[in-house]
């Protein structure tokens, strides 16, 4: 009888894989991120990536970050958070979220609202930001708990 193999990856390399795959999908030049909502049994619930909504042709919208707020992408862009929180069609209560990029002030308050209760990420580029500090307040207020994915270094390569 052989053995089973020992070289998988873990649970946190799995979603979070999934997160990065997912922000592949994002057609912003400047900051893609990806998301991936589990269960507490481990089990996929949604994903989502950075992008305009649905039905709004991205090729006729903004994609700049500098000019007047209408003529950027700020107003238009659904974030990877909130886009896999309106894709899950089910309960997220007591799930966690991998997610590439710490969320901004807005998806925290849906992520709050939605019932996740853990926020695992792997930036925090923005930590600085009100935005960002604002989302660490409301997240410890309601006892969402975050933590940083500490990469393992690990390559697994994927041919498409």
Not at 46 to 56: A, D, E, H, K, Q
Not at 69 to 94: F, M, Q
Not at 96 to 111: D, H, Q
Not at 117 to 125: G, P, T, W
Request: net charge neutral; aromatic share 10%; charged share 25%.
């Amino acid at each position: 009888m052989s053995q089973k193999r020992n070289d998988y990856i873990t649970w946190d390399e799995y979603f979070m894989g999934v997160a990065l795959f997912s922000m592949q999908r994002s057609k912003d030049a400047n900051t893609q991120v990806g998301a991936c909502i589990v269960s507490d049994e481990n089990k996929i619930l949604s994903v989502g990536y950075n992008g305009m909504p649905t039905g709004c042709n991205d090729d006729d919208m903004p994609w700049g970050r500098d000019g007047a707020g209408l003529d950027t992408k700020y107003p238009y862009v659904c974030h990877a958070e909130l886009n896999a929180i309106l894709n899950s069609g089910t309960s997220l209560k007591g799930a966690r979220l991998y997610v590439t990029l710490f969320p901004c002030n807005e998806c925290a308050k849906a992520i709050i609202q939605s019932g996740i209760s853990e926020v695992v990420y792997l930036s925090d580029k923005y930590a600085d930001s009100e935005s960002t500090r604002a989302s660490k307040m409301m997240f410890g207020m309601v006892g969402v708990k975050c933590r940083r994915y500490t990469p393992s270094g690990r390559k697994v390569e994927i041919e498409l």
